[in-house]
């Protein structure tokens, strides 16, 4: 059985590989690939993130009693990564490469740091918090991301 750890630092890596999939049409050029790139990247990050704000954190929370501890910073940093995927989708529909890789920059930047933040705090700490629930969170994740 997975871990939540490793359930989602391994999602963090697919969601990786679509970014950088996006990254190598647009330098080929082929804006309809970059587009259709993009689609399932935004997708995997959307799926991630629901499933993080939906089932993990409101279990670590109600489990820890931490509301405004690293929950709340996450959902923060989601919610500017956000943001960015939209800019970064408008850059792409407008097939402006210079803006995208602007974009794209500071939000491989941000996503990294947000996801060393939670596979090397957060994750731990879930899965020793929430070791009693683990297997049904784990499945109903898995069931989130795997849509």
Excluded at 46 to 54: C, G, N, R
Aim: charged share 25%; glycine share 6%.
């Amino acid at each position: 059985m997975d871990t939540i750890r490793e359930l989602l630092g391994n999602h963090h890596r697919e969601c990786d590989e679509f970014f950088a999939a996006i990254e190598q049409a647009i330098g080929a050029g082929d804006w309809a690939s970059a587009s259709a790139r993009f689609a399932q990247f935004e997708k995997a990050m959307q799926q991630h993130f629901d499933v993080e704000e939906s089932i993990l954190f409101p279990a670590f929370e109600a489990r820890t009693g931490m509301t405004m501890g690293p929950t709340a910073v996450m959902r923060s940093e989601h919610a500017q990564i956000r943001e960015l995927m939209s800019a970064a989708a408008e850059s792409i529909a407008a097939h402006d490469a210079e803006e995208y890789d602007g974009y794209a920059e500071t939000m491989h930047i941000m996503t990294q740091q947000h996801n060393m933040k939670e596979e090397n705090v957060l994750y731990p700490m879930c899965d020793q918090h929430l070791s009693a629930e683990a297997s049904a969170l784990i499945g109903r994740m898995r069931d989130g991301i795997s849509g």
